[in-house]
């Protein structure tokens, strides 16, 4: 099972053996071999309680455009270090295709009528149950995977190294790469920064420059399922520098 971002609530849910609304979940997570929680969230409450202020009332959430290119947002000297981490045309690219998606939310937003900005719609939605005392009781073998420049709420790199270190498998893996935001699964990398001093990029070619953190989250995940394993091993923190090389961590 994969979870990327608010997905990684529902897959430690899913492998979550006192799950109180999924009888027999021992069942199901006999039929789960690995997990991979990408920059997922963590560190939400265990149950659902009601909020002092009641629930939302309202039953549609909407993003907007910056909404959706803020998945890309770093610190301003990390965004001007990290050359190329936003590859042209991509954050276009990715609104055009949540609007083909959406084609009633399209139609949606802004100030003029005949020219809609567009909106992103999707229900309202409870983040509860994907904590510490969630996690120690996972047995599931889990690859956890984020950017250190990773700015979104609960899922910065401290949220990352907490799941990691909470998780009950001992089969587990952390990897965090540098030059990489929320938004890893599609960011790129430019400028000689790409091309390692020494070693390869984790996933690449000898020689050849690192493609960016889309590049290291593909192979990651290729090897996790497959194997399993991160560059070999079944366990450990590893750190992929901005040159794409992947290095064991404290």
């Given at each position: 099972?994969?979870g990327?971002?608010?997905?990684?609530?529902?897959?430690?849910?899913t492998?979550?053996?006192a799950?109180?609304?999924?009888p027999?979940?021992?069942?199901?997570?006999?039929?789960?071999?690995?997990?991979?929680?990408?920059?997922?969230?963590?560190g939400?409450?265990t149950?659902?309680?009601?909020?002092?202020?009641?629930f939302?009332?309202?039953?549609?959430?909407?993003?907007t455009?910056?909404?959706?290119?803020?998945?890309?947002a770093?610190a301003?000297?990390?965004?001007a270090?990290?050359?190329?981490?936003?590859?042209?045309?991509?954050?276009n690219?990715?609104?055009?295709?949540?609007?083909?998606?959406?084609?009633?939310?399209?139609?949606?937003?802004?100030n003029?009528?005949?020219?809609?900005t567009?909106?992103?719609?999707s229900?309202?939605?409870?983040s509860?149950g994907?904590?510490?005392?969630?996690?120690q009781?996972?047995?599931?073998?889990?690859?956890v995977?984020?950017?250190?420049?990773?700015?979104?709420?609960?899922?910065?790199?401290?949220?990352?190294?907490?799941?990691?270190?909470?998780?009950?498998t001992?089969?587990?893996?952390?990897?965090q790469?540098?030059c990489?935001?929320h938004?890893?699964?599609?960011?790129?990398?430019?400028?000689?920064?790409?091309?390692?001093?020494?070693?390869t990029?984790?996933?690449?070619?000898?020689?050849?420059?690192?493609?960016?953190?889309?590049?290291?989250?593909?192979a990651?995940v290729?090897?996790?399922?497959?194997?399993?394993t991160?560059?070999?091993?079944?366990?450990?923190?590893?750190?992929?520098?901005?040159?794409?090389?992947?290095?064991?961590?404290?």
């Amino acid at each position: 099972m994969i979870g990327y971002s608010l997905g990684g609530q529902h897959v430690g849910r899913t492998l979550y053996a006192a799950n109180p609304v999924l009888p027999g979940s021992a069942a199901v997570i006999a039929k789960v071999n690995r997990a991979v929680f990408a920059s997922s969230i963590f560190g939400t409450p265990t149950e659902e309680v009601t909020p002092a202020a009641g629930f939302t009332s309202f039953p549609t959430n909407l993003n907007t455009r910056s909404d959706s290119d803020g998945a890309w947002a770093m610190a301003p000297d990390r965004d001007a270090a990290c050359t190329g981490h936003v590859v042209p045309g991509s954050q276009n690219q990715m609104w055009t295709r949540l609007m083909e998606e959406d084609r009633l939310g399209s139609r949606w937003g802004g100030n003029d009528p005949d020219h809609p900005t567009g909106v992103l719609r999707s229900q309202t939605f409870s983040s509860y149950g994907w904590n510490a005392t969630i996690a120690q009781q996972q047995t599931t073998p889990s690859l956890v995977i984020d950017g250190l420049d990773d700015r979104t709420p609960l899922a910065t790199p401290a949220d990352s190294r907490a799941l990691y270190n909470s998780l009950g498998t001992a089969n587990k893996v952390l990897v965090q790469v540098q030059c990489a935001s929320h938004a890893m699964l599609w960011e790129g990398c430019s400028g000689p920064r790409c091309t390692p001093q020494s070693g390869t990029p984790y996933g690449g070619r000898p020689g050849r420059p690192w493609s960016g953190p889309h590049a290291t989250a593909q192979a990651a995940v290729a090897e996790w399922i497959k194997k399993g394993t991160f560059n070999g091993a079944a366990n450990g923190h590893f750190t992929v520098d901005e040159s794409g090389v992947a290095n064991p961590s404290p």
